[in-house]
């Protein structure tokens, strides 16, 4: 009897032992899963109101330096134009320094992200490039215009169904010309070599941004026109700045910047400098 009851408290003494000793092991690691969530809860903390794009002092511009006046090469071979200046007062706000690289048009939007930081090159806001893209609020407001030579009868929307039309790869004009009726469409990297092809009787007109337009008609004076796109029933377009994805606070902090360029009359010094004097 006396073994039995001995045996019967060793067992109980057992299992109180073994009890405790699961009790403080997980005491231990309650503590440490603690610990770990509210690390995490400061490290997000620390990281609200920071941008992966903004961490390293620089921001990585993409631009496409054939659309005068947004942007072109400058005398000193690097990027320059309305959308160059503008970005740069950006990064002054921002504190950061800019760096621009110029490539294809086409090639920007897949670029934001990976190669570049965000990319402006007087893109039009769409529902296509917001699928891939986020915008910054729009800065400026265009509408497509139609190059044409000198004596050319096209006049209206109808003339255009059937026409060779020369657009900038990737751009509004690009996707206006899609829908044209029968038009035989011609793409190009720049601008500019759809100009010269309409010159040389290749093509009956080309679609560009009005600005990139009318200086092209300065530059061929004599040898095109150009004409407003509401005479064809084109609808105005908004210029925006394109953003990684998700990015909110970029796209906050780039907002503001340019929020308040246009309240201290910056951003109106740099529209009379790029676009009204070019």
Same mark, same amino acid.
């Given at each position: ?40 809860? $400061? ?12 961490? #390293? ?17 400058? #005398? ?25 690289? $110029?490539?294809?048009? #086409? ?29 910054? $609020? ?20 109808? #003339? ?35 100009? $010269? ?82």
């Amino acid at each position: 009897m006396k073994k039995t009851l001995v045996a019967m408290m060793a067992a109980l003494l057992c299992i109180s032992l073994f009890a405790g000793c699961g009790g403080s092991a997980q005491e231990p690691a309650a503590a440490q899963e603690n610990a770990g969530k509210e690390e995490t809860e $400061n490290a997000a903390e620390e990281n609200a109101g920071e941008s992966e794009a903004l961490a #390293d002092g620089i921001l990585k511009v993409g631009t496409n330096a054939e659309f005068p006046p947004f942007e072109y090469v400058g #005398d000193n071979g690097e990027p320059d134009g309305f959308d160059i200046a503008l970005i740069k007062e950006i990064g002054k706000k921002l504190g950061v320094e800019v760096q621009v690289e $110029n490539m294809e048009f #086409d090639a920007l939007v897949a670029s934001i992200g990976k190669k570049v930081d965000v990319a402006i090159a007087g893109m039009t806001v769409t529902d296509e490039r917001k699928k891939t893209v986020d915008f910054s $609020n729009p800065y400026y407001m265009a509408v497509q215009y139609v190059i044409l030579p000198e004596g050319s009868g096209i006049a209206g929307a109808e #003339d255009l169904s059937g026409k060779k039309i020369g657009v900038q790869l990737g751009t509004t004009g690009d996707f206006i010309a899609e829908e044209i009726e029968n038009a035989e469409v011609s793409q190009y990297n720049k601008a500019l070599d759809a100009v $010269n092809d309409l010159i040389n009787g290749r093509l009956d007109c080309v679609i560009v941004d009005k600005n990139p337009a009318l200086v092209f008609e300065t530059r061929f004076e004599g040898q095109v026109k150009a004409v407003d796109g509401d005479n064809f029933g084109f609808e105005p377009e908004e210029y925006a700045i394109s953003l990684p994805k998700g990015d909110t606070v970029l796209a906050e902090k780039i907002n503001a910047a340019l929020q308040e360029m246009m309240e201290d009359g910056t951003f109106d010094a740099l529209v009379a400098e790029y676009i009204e004097e070019s």
